[in-house]
């Protein structure tokens, strides 16, 4: 399932430094965990919470954010990865690329998987922005959509650089009667080589990944149930401990 601010009216207003690095903040959480007998990702909140974050979540986004305007970095026509554990801010760094899109006067699209709508609203206000501002944002969610279905909507209009993002990568490969996971992302590959736009799909990351260790995720991380080429991707962004790693892929 995708990520979540775990509080339903996020506050805008954040802290501009933290009282620490977000590995001692992470060590933080696991002492708490353990002393307190809770899940780490409850651990965490509450440690970013501390810090003056609505969660941790935000708190990895905001950092992340901080280091590097990764909307400047892509190119149109893009097909684009972003992939993390939970907790790690995925789902807000792509809603951030899409305010980034939409504040250039680009379109922006929001594809969720799932017939539960996810809380598009807080993740706009989490990044300080009100999703009625933006006439151009388009949101849909369904366990329905395809690859196909993208195609048609998105269509021949939208302009150059337009961000279209999918929650997630692994529900694509759910809907049995649409086509092998490997067909629809070559389908949408040249869709956004068509429209000149950044097509942004969001993907788990395996939970054998030991989000411990002093490393980002890899492309050997990336959750798959069907057989995919991850070198039809042009860039993979890899995120962990509130920073992220953009890199053109080699495929």
Not at 143 to 153: G, P, T
Not at 182 to 207: G, K
Request: aromatic content about 6%.
């Amino acid at each position: 399932m995708p990520n979540s601010p775990r509080t339903s009216h996020p506050s805008s207003s954040q802290p501009s430094a933290l009282s620490a690095s977000i590995p001692v903040l992470k060590s933080r959480a696991r002492k708490l965990r353990r002393a307190e007998q809770i899940p780490l990702h409850q651990a965490l909140d509450r440690v970013a919470a501390a810090e003056g974050y609505s969660s941790w979540s935000l708190l990895a986004a905001k950092t992340a954010a901080r280091e590097s305007d990764l909307f400047d970095q892509l190119e149109p026509g893009e097909l684009v990865l972003i992939a993390a554990r939970p907790g790690q801010g995925k789902t807000l760094c792509a809603v951030e690329l899409l305010i980034a899109s939409l504040r250039h006067r680009q379109q922006g699209w929001f594809f969720a998987l799932q017939n539960d709508a996810p809380p598009i609203d807080a993740y706009f206000e989490a990044l300080g922005e009100q999703r009625s501002t933006f006439e151009a944002f388009e949101f849909e969610h369904s366990d329905a959509i395809d690859a196909a279905y993208i195609a048609q909507k998105v269509g021949a209009a939208v302009t150059e650089k337009a961000v279209v993002v999918i929650d997630h990568l692994q529900l694509l490969d759910q809907r049995r009667r649409s086509p092998p996971l490997h067909q629809q992302m070559a389908e949408l590959r040249d869709l956004a080589r068509r429209t000149r736009s950044v097509i942004v799909a969001i993907s788990q990351i395996r939970s054998a990944f030991d989000a411990e260790a002093a490393r980002f995720p890899s492309v050997a991380d990336v959750r798959l149930l069907d057989e995919l080429d991850l070198g039809l991707f042009d860039r993979m962004v890899f995120m962990h401990e509130g920073k992220h790693r953009s890199q053109r892929s080699a495929g």
